[in-house]
């Protein structure tokens, strides 16, 4: 059921439940999944858990963002090279980015 709401027309949530939705935002702002984030929501009402596994989410959490890292430096780095290779007068039947864009990976 929908929940009541104010005169200005407003829903009037329960406090549990935008309390919920800040911390799902948060640990989206954070790069957690919805699937890690329902794990995390299932610690969080355990009392008999401890901060280990929260912890071992968060450091998974931080090789998969240094991954990404890594990645799109790699990504940068190549990106800068073909920007030094390409001269702005040159033809676009000439240009190195779309050349090294369309070439097959066998060459």
């Known amino acids: 059921s929908e929940p009541p709401r104010r005169p200005s027309g407003y829903r009037d949530y329960p406090l549990e439940?935008?309390?919920?939705?800040v911390f799902i935002r948060r640990a989206k702002v954070l790069g957690f999944t919805l699937k890690e984030i329902n794990e995390l929501l299932e610690l969080r009402v355990r009392p008999r858990r401890n901060c280990a596994q929260v912890k071992q989410s968060a450091d998974a959490?931080?090789?998969d963002i240094d991954g990404k890292i890594a990645s799109l430096r790699r990504m940068r780095r190549a990106l800068k090279?073909?920007?030094?290779?390409?001269?702005?007068?040159t033809p676009t039947t000439e240009c190195p980015i779309l050349a090294s864009l369309s070439k097959s990976e066998n060459r």
């Open 17 to 21: 439940t935008v309390a919920r939705i």
């Open 61 to 63: 959490k931080i090789a």
């Open 81 to 89: 090279d073909l920007t030094k290779a390409c001269e702005e007068r």
